[in-house]
């Protein structure tokens, strides 16, 4: 991932395309996470789950938070509860399979714990794993910490993209066409659903040729 990281950033400086990180958010090293921003700590057979920094950054402040009952099955990438902010209400996925040995009961009465102190105070319940080889479908800090900063420029660029496109800045708009063309395995995960018309594929194209024959 680290290489295309490196060729996406070659791409989009040749490509001139530049774009603003949407702020900063911590990643603790000795988590392992997910794509959907939840986190696990893991100790022995024990797993303590709860969301990131940067979920609870783009939730706001939160306001009630769904537990699970304690006994209850979890399984990976599935969903045992919700976070409710003022913003929006979010699932929350199991990082792992297994079966819910604890909650954390504080946060039925201080939700915001889940915005002060996402890693700590804000947990949210804790599992008997089932399966320790799942952890090898997880995200390292430093896997993550990529996977949100190319998710942060796939947005911007999308925002870029967007405007361009109503203000009827064509040349703009399939530089950013052919930028998600160059990398479609990684913004296809990151950005569900992108895709770009038959027209606008093929006039992309030449952007996505030239800078091939320049990086050569």
């Known amino acids: 991932m680290a290489s295309s990281m490196l060729w996406a950033s070659r791409a989009a400086s040749y490509l001139r395309i530049s774009v603003f ?7 603790l090293k000795d988590l392992k ?7 696990v700590k893991v100790e022995g057979n024990s797993a303590t789950i709860g969301i990131t920094d ?3 950054d783009h939730l706001g402040d939160v306001v009630y938070v769904e537990l699970p009952e304690v006994g209850a099955a979890v399984k990976q990438g599935e969903s045992f509860g ?13 990082p792992v399979s297994g ?7 504080e946060l039925s009465g ?4 889940v915005n002060s102190s996402p890693y700590e105070d804000g947990w949210i319940i804790k599992v008997e794993m089932k399966d320790a080889g ?3 479908n997880l995200m390292d800090s430093e896997e993550y910490s990529k996977f949100k900063a190319l998710r942060a420029d796939a947005l911007a660029m999308l925002d870029v993209g967007f405007y361009a496109k109503r203000d009827n800045r064509e040349a703009d708009w399939l530089r950013i066409v052919a930028f998600f063309l160059m990398f479609p395995n990684y913004y296809q995960t990151i950005v569900p659903n992108l895709s770009f018309d038959k027209e606008m594929t093929l006039k992309s194209e030449k952007h996505f040729k030239q800078f ?5």
């Open 21 to 27: 990180h949407r702020g900063f958010s911590t990643v």
């Open 33 to 39: 996470y997910v794509d959907s921003h939840e986190w």
């Open 54 to 56: 940067h979920a609870q």
């Open 82 to 94: 919700a976070v409710e902010s003022v913003k929006a209400t979010s699932d929350v996925n199991s």
């Open 99 to 105: 079966k819910v040995v604890e909650v954390n009961e």
């Open 110 to 113: 201080s939700p915001a714990k």
């Open 134 to 136: 799942e952890l090898k």
């Open 212 to 216: 091939e024959v320049n990086a050569g």
